[in-house]
């Protein structure tokens, strides 16, 4: 349903319409939008220049919001699988340009054509980044859908080891690459613990099974994972752990470090 008031007029060969104010509500989404579009009457696609406010929604409605046709399969996919719950708050859009443009797509970090972004608050969130390791939960993050890409940074918990920072996004998902960043910090064994849940567990479990660690940590962590259509890349896993002051056994070997 709708409420509020439009006003169009000719204008040359086509039509303009314009509001101050109208709001657009259905059970799952409240949106209100102020702006106008110019429809040229030449078969050319219209010209939009529109804000909105959306009132708080759950993180599963995104997933009726992706452009397909621009979209690899395996972009809409991750997308999908790793977006897995939480609410957004706080959402705000903008779209301005010309939508023979469309996606208006950023180059040198400089706006194109037009601009489509929408920012949002995420509470709650969790975000699973591949399908065999713990998900990130408890996310509280910014996140920013902009031109054909989007990011997310924030914090979070992952298998109970404290994310104080992370920043995950695909700059582009006509040729995806997911780039993940992030840096923790808590006690050994709830490293130890996520390793245990990890995919590591099946190749090493002897090993960290093994393994006793308690005392202060840090790491940083990053990925590179493509989803090209065309012979993606090799996925790219790095990262480093400092332990300060800690213990650590084996007991296979009664080892004590």
């Known amino acids: 349903t709708a409420d509020g008031e439009a006003v169009a007029w000719r204008d040359g060969n086509g039509w303009s319409v314009q509001t101050p104010g109208l709001a657009l509500l259905n059970p799952d989404l409240q949106v209100k939008v102020r702006g106008g579009m110019g429809f040229p009457g030449d078969g050319t696609r219209p010209r939009i220049d529109l804000a909105?406010?959306?009132?708080?929604?759950?993180?599963?409605?995104?997933?009726?919001?992706?452009?397909?046709?621009?979209?690899?399969?395996?972009?809409?996919?991750w997308l999908d699988?790793?977006?897995?719950?939480?609410?957004?708050?706080?959402?705000?859009?903008v779209v301005t340009g010309d939508l023979d443009d469309w996606p208006f797509r950023t180059?040198?970090?400089r706006h194109g054509a037009g601009v489509f972004r929408v920012d949002a608050r995420m509470r709650g969130g969790v975000l699973k980044f591949q399908p065999d390791w713990p998900a990130a939960e408890n996310l509280e993050?910014?996140?920013?859908?902009e031109a054909d890409g989007f990011t997310v940074a924030g914090s979070s918990r992952i298998a109970g080891v404290p994310v104080s920072a992370f920043k995950a996004g695909i700059a582009r998902f006509g040729?995806?690459?997911?780039?993940?960043?992030?840096?923790?910090?808590?006690?050994?064994?709830?490293?130890?613990?996520?390793l245990r849940a990890s995919p590591l567990q099946k190749t090493y479990g002897a090993t960290l099974d093994n393994l006793r660690v308690a005392g202060p940590a840090q790491a940083q962590f990053h990925m590179l994972l493509p989803f090209h259509h065309d012979r993606p890349p090799p996925h790219e896993l790095g990262g480093d752990v400092v332990l300060s002051g800690a213990t650590l056994r084996e007991e296979r070997w009664k080892l004590a470090f």
């Open 52 to 77: 909105a406010d959306l009132g708080d929604a759950q993180v599963s409605l995104a997933h009726g919001f992706w452009v397909h046709h621009l979209m690899p399969k395996t972009t809409v996919q």
């Open 141 to 145: 993050a910014d996140i920013r859908f």
């Open 175 to 194: 040729r995806a690459e997911l780039t993940v960043d992030a840096a923790a910090a808590g006690d050994a064994r709830e490293f130890l613990g996520m």
């Open 81 to 93: 699988a790793a977006l897995r719950g939480g609410s957004l708050h706080d959402i705000h859009a």
């Open 107 to 109: 180059e040198g970090g």
